[in-house]
């Protein structure tokens, strides 16, 4: 079944405390994304991967870090997280021609 | 820049009426358009999407949508809403020079029985 996964699916941790959120998908999509979803703001884009070795910042990168190292898995990292950080956080991945994006369950964070 | 608006946080209908969730974008080129659907507790579903043709597109569910150029609007319809089409509907740009799709905040659909 064609599909992407995230890991884990619910998260609790504490400020300062180094955390990945896994995603993984098995389409051979070139393009991936991380999203944060947060109430009233719709979802907004982390960081984005146009192929393997290539990353570039979206709208709110602060605070993550991202790595493409395979195709099919694009892991989000939070090196030092903090409440702000909060938050539903849903990845995406798509063949770049097709232009639509196909998403995992999402992974709810609480940062204490 | 790109954005996306959704007016209503919330739209209401009775099961049976026709519904309509309203979207309104800005780019600088031809628009790809996309509306996706959030059930509770699920990720995104993807319903349908405009990138170039006929004005009306259909998607999953029964559900369809019209570009409007001329407004710069992408509303969702349905001719006959179900209960379990309740649920969070987000409308998303991406300007074809670009490799990022924006979102808008979402509308919240309520179809009661």
């Known amino acids: 079944e064609a599909q992407v996964t995230q890991n884990p699916r619910y998260l609790i941790t504490v400020t300062g405390k180094k955390l990945t959120v896994t995603c993984s998908q098995n389409?051979?999509?070139?393009?991936m994304s991380w999203y944060r979803q947060d109430p009233g703001l719709g979802l907004r884009q982390i960081y984005y991967?146009?192929?393997?070795?290539?990353?570039d910042k979206g709208d709110v990168p602060e605070g993550y870090k991202v790595s493409r190292k395979e195709k099919r898995n694009f892991p989000l990292i939070l090196e030092s997280p903090s409440p702000n950080q909060t938050s539903l956080y849903f990845c995406?991945?798509?063949?770049?021609?097709?232009?639509?994006?196909?998403f995992g369950p999402g992974t709810r964070l609480l940062v204490l | 820049a790109q954005s996306v608006a959704q007016p209503e946080d919330q739209v209401k209908v009775a099961e049976g009426n026709p519904l309509t969730v309203k979207c309104t974008y800005s780019?600088?080129?031809?628009?790809?358009l996309f509306w996706y659907v959030q059930y509770p507790n699920r990720g995104l579903q993807f319903l349908l999407k405009y990138i170039t043709g006929d004005n009306l597109v259909k998607g999953s569910y029964g559900f369809e949508a019209e570009f409007n150029k001329s407004q710069t609007s992408f509303h969702l319809k349905k001719p006959s809403a179900l209960v379990s089409d309740s649920a969070l509907y987000f409308c998303a740009v991406r300007d074809p020079g670009f490799q990022k799709l924006v979102f808008g905040t979402g509308t919240r659909l309520l179809v009661s029985p």
């Open positions: 995406a991945s798509s063949y770049d021609r097709e232009k639509t994006q196909y």
């Open positions: 780019v600088s080129g031809n628009p790809y």
């Open positions: 389409m051979n999509h070139e393009y």
């Open positions: 991967s146009m192929n393997v070795e290539v990353t």
